[in-house]
């Protein structure tokens, strides 16, 4: 038990090393998007919304291959990443929390549009006529009042960042103490036969994903009675 719990730490400490800036950068993201599409007539929201919520129905790894695509050595953004700041996302943990903020950006983006639907604007206004400026009002208005919908899509977007497999394997591959997190550890046990290690593997990840949605979901209760 102690020998596969101590197999298991690297790539539990990698995953959560991943998920944790996967879902910073899709916080950032999705709060953003959501925020547009909630609150702009932009021409084509519809189009731009099904966008955004594309990552969610592709297979992983059609999106991991759009990703080889445009982060690859030879891909648009990936060759001017390496010409200009020899920065390569391929094989690496980074390439990993790339793919795993892209899978977990739709979940953001739809939780803070929704909370951001649900915000009255008349208060949003009353602001504006008191000289709040636009950053201002979203800060002090809308956020506080749209935040248990943008905290619960955020807590969503970090165990589906966990759980991230098919994109991550396309671009990052299944390197051991460098790319490989537990999704990816639980595969090559399996293939490889090693059936005890798959189990304890799948044990801890759904404890500790279990664990995340319970504590969220205590959080969100707890601060809607406060």
């Not at 997190?181 to 046990?189: M, Q």
């Not at 994903?209 to 969220?216: F, Y």
Request: glycine content about 10%; charged content about 15%.
């Amino acid at each position: 038990m102690l020998d596969q719990l101590h197999q298991a730490l690297t790539p539990l400490l990698l995953t959560l090393k991943v998920s944790l800036v996967a879902t910073l950068a899709a916080f950032i993201c999705g709060v953003g998007a959501g925020y547009a599409l909630s609150r702009r007539r932009l021409w084509g929201r519809e189009f731009l919304d099904a966008l955004c919520t594309l990552p969610l129905v592709l297979p992983p790894t059609v999106l991991g291959y759009y990703l080889l695509v445009l982060f690859g050595r030879r891909g648009v953004l990936g060759q001017w990443l390496e010409e200009q700041f020899a920065v390569s996302l391929v094989f690496t943990w980074q390439g990993a929390a790339l793919a795993a903020s892209v899978v977990a950006f739709p979940l953001v983006c739809k939780g803070a549009r929704t909370a951001f639907e649900g915000v009255d604007q008349n208060l949003e206004n009353a602001a504006r006529s008191l000289g709040a400026s636009e950053i201002g009002v979203f800060l002090r208005v809308t956020l506080p009042l749209a935040w248990r919908g943008v905290v619960a899509g955020t807590m969503l977007a970090l165990a589906r960042a966990m759980g991230e497999f098919g994109a991550t394997l396309m671009i990052a591959g299944n390197l051991p103490g460098r790319t490989q997190t537990l999704s990816l550890a639980v595969y090559e046990a399996v293939q490889a036969g090693r059936d005890a290690e798959a189990a304890f593997l799948v044990c801890l990840i759904s404890v500790v994903c279990v664990t995340l949605l319970l504590a969220s979901g205590r959080f969100l209760k707890s601060s809607a009675v406060q």
